[in-house]
Structure formats: C-alpha cells, structure tokens
Nanobody, 123 residues
C-alpha cells in the first residue's frame, strides 16, 4: 500500500482544513488508518484512528471535538476534517496504515506511511 497525504496549507486560527490520504492498492479496506502529526522540535504524535470499516474512531484529547476522521473505501481515501484550528496544531501531518489491530498510538505499529503534509495555523 502506498499512501499520499495532501490538503495542508496556511490557515488562520479558528479556521478549517480537510486533509486527505489517498492509498494505492486493492487492500486499503483491510487496513485501519491513523493520522499522526509532528511539530517542529517535537516527537511524532498520534491524533486519530479509524477502523477498516469506518465503524469506530478514536481521538487524542488535544483534538477531540475539533477533528473528525473518516474514510471512503470505494475511493481508497481517508480524511481528517480539522475545525477550530489553533496555532499549536501547526505540524506536518502523516497518515499511516495498520493491519491486524487499530488505534495504536505507537509509530512502530504501522506498516505504511504517507509522506506528510504541512499545516500552518497563524495566530
């Protein structure tokens, strides 16, 4: 599975962005998916996960209530809708695919990674 994340950009605080992660391959629907982010000088942080079917989701406390993860298996794409953005949300955002389980907060649990897309939130 190859993943390509896109949709990042510059947005003012309080604004919204939607990130997308497009996957190649016919096995996308068998993978749980997560979004991570990495701010400058900080470790990569798990922020959200969704099961292979989309039936369950989970969020880090820092984004819960503001971000929404979803997926469209027919389009081989997972999304991250980000609302009420804050300057502290500024980071490179990565999508990742996990097989056999879902929702791990540890980077080494994931089999495939997208290349990252930069989100910058200005104050």
């Amino acid at each position: 599975v190859q993943l390509q994340a896109y949709g990042g950009g510059l947005v003012q605080a309080g604004g919204s962005l939607r990130l997308s992660c497009a996957a190649s391959g016919r096995t996308f629907s068998t993978y749980a998916m997560s979004w991570f982010r990495q701010a400058p000088g900080k470790e990569r942080e798990w922020i959200s996960a969704i099961t292979w079917s989309g039936g369950s989701t989970n969020y880090a406390p820092s984004v819960k209530g503001r971000f929404t993860i979803s997926r469209d298996n027919a389009k081989n794409t997972v999304y991250l809708q980000m609302n009420s953005l804050k300057p502290e949300d500024t980071a490179v955002y990565y999508c990742a695919a996990e097989r056999g389980s879902w929702g791990s907060t540890y980077s080494n649990a994931y089999d495939y990674w997208g290349q990252g897309t930069l989100v910058t939130v200005s104050s």
